[in-house]
Each structure stands twice: as structure tokens, then as C-alpha cells.
T-cell receptor
Framework: IAGITQAPTSQILAAGRRMTLRCTQD?????MYWYRQDLGLGLRLIHY???????GKGEVPDGYSVSRANTDDFPLTLASAVPSQTSVYFC????????????FGPGTRLTVL | AQKVTQAQTEISVVEKEDVTLDCVYE???????LFWYKQPPSGELVFLIR??????QNEISGRYSWNFQKSTSSFNFTITASQVVDSAVYFC???????????FGAGTILRVKS
């Protein structure tokens, strides 16, 4: 089934640890995105990638990094996790043009203690 | 700057009632796109509709309808004859023609009771 997969589904992490959230899509979409969802704030864009080899900062990029080595994968790394990064993380993808909707993965629930 | 406001934090209705979810947006762009997404209790985000800024026709899809009014910068969503399965968080979102940022509202929790 075509779509976006994210791993892990959930994770509890000690503060200061490094963590990589994985995201893979099989729709051959050029653009990919990472959002975090927090109660009362909706979803906020962390980083995005218009095409393989390029990345850009979103609204809340601090403490996160991304890479886009190929079309399908877009991992999000927390170099040194802090409790404020406790959130639900969604990966999304879309065709290049902004007229197309973004398709979202199932999310990763991350708790930083 | 772009902004989306969903003033209704939570709405509770009884099954078969009609319910309208409000969405007000701010943008300086003349061309932009508006979206509604549904997030059921299972957590995934489900795309419902996309509307561009040049198309102010209202749209109906089954029990769902959308009212886009550029004059008031609103893109409201109505569910007719609500059902328990409509219980979810609904997000309104805005995106400029040239940009990667999908700006979301805070979401409205809809609870439909049987």
C-alpha cells in the first residue's frame, strides 16, 4: 500500500540522548516535511525538503536536523533531546507544487524525560 | 505573516445535529490554498478538501460542506446530520502559492454523542 511510514511508533527517551525519527514514502513525492503537534498549537513545521539533496528550516527548527539523501527517506534527528521536545511528530510528503495536499504519516509519539 | 485561527477549541453535539467549524485566516498573498484535515482518535491526519483563493464556490461532499468567503477571510466547514464517527480533531490550514509552509490552526475537537 502506497503511503508514508514512520518509525518508531512511540519512544521514551532520556534527556540528552540522541534520537533519529525515520520517515519513508513510496509515492515518489519530491517534497517532504516534518511537523510537531502540540496541544493547543496545531501542527508546526520543523524542517522541509523540496527535493533530494536540499533542506530548509521551518517555523521551529531549533534542536532538530534533517537530511535528504534520496527521494524516499527524510530522517529527523534530535542531537540532544530536551523535555520540551516531547510531542507527536508527523512526517508528510507532497508533489512539488503547493497546490497539492500533503499526505501525512501515522506519527511518532516521543516522550523526553 | 500567515495565520489560521480556529476559535472553537471544542464542540459537543448530539448525533444528527448539524455543526459548523469555523476557520479564519490571515495572509497578504493574493494566491493561496486552504485545506481541512481530520484527525480521528487513531491519530492519523486525513485530507478532506483543498480550495484555492480564486474559487469561492461552496463545495458539498455528502454530509460535508465548505463555505469559502474571501471577503471575511473565512473557510468554514459544516457537517450535516453528524454521526459518532465524525468525532475527531479538525484542522484548517493555509499555504501560499510559493512556499512550503502549511500553516495550521490549533484545531477544533468535535465530540458527537449518541
Amino acid at each position: 500500500i502506497a503511503g508514508i511510514t514512520q518509525a518508531p511508533t512511540s519512544q521514551i527517551l532520556a534527556a540528552g540522548r540522541r534520537m533519529t525519527l525515520r520517515c519513508t514514502q513510496d509515492m515518489r513525492h519530491n517534497a517532504m516535511y516534518w511537523y510537531r503537534q502540540d496541544l493547543g498549537l496545531g501542527l508546526r513545521l520543523i524542517h522541509y525538503s523540496n527535493t533530494a539533496g536540499t533542506t530548509g528550516k521551518g517555523e521551529v527548527p531549533d534542536g532538530y536536523s534533517v537530511s535528504r539523501a534520496n527521494t524516499d527517506d527524510f530522517p529527523l534527528t534530535l542531537a540532544s533531546a530536551v523535555p520540551s521536545q516531547t510531542s507527536v511528530y508527523f512526517c508528510a510528503s507532497s508533489d512539488s507544487s503547493s497546490i497539492y495536499e500533503q499526505f501525512f504519516g501515522p506519527g511518532t509519539r516521543l516522550t523526553v524525560l | 505573516a500567515q495565520k489560521v485561527t480556529q476559535a472553537q477549541t471544542e464542540i459537543s453535539v448530539v448525533e444528527k445535529e448539524d455543526v459548523t467549524l469555523d476557520c479564519v485566516y490571515e495572509t497578504r498573498d493574493t494566491t493561496y490554498y486552504l485545506f481541512w484535515y481530520k484527525q480521528p482518535p487513531s491519530g492519523e491526519l486525513v485530507f478532506l478538501i483543498r480550495r484555492n483563493s480564486f474559487d469561492e464556490q461552496n463545495e458539498i461532499s455528502g454530509r460535508y460542506s465548505w463555505n469559502f468567503q474571501k471577503s471575511t477571510s473565512s473557510f468554514n466547514f459544516t457537517i450535516t446530520a453528524s454521526q459518532v464517527v465524525d468525532s475527531a480533531v479538525y484542522f484548517c490550514a493555509l499555504r501560499a502559492l510559493y512556499g512550503n509552509k502549511l500553516v495550521f490552526g490549533a484545531g477544533t475537537i468535535l465530540r458527537v454523542k449518541s
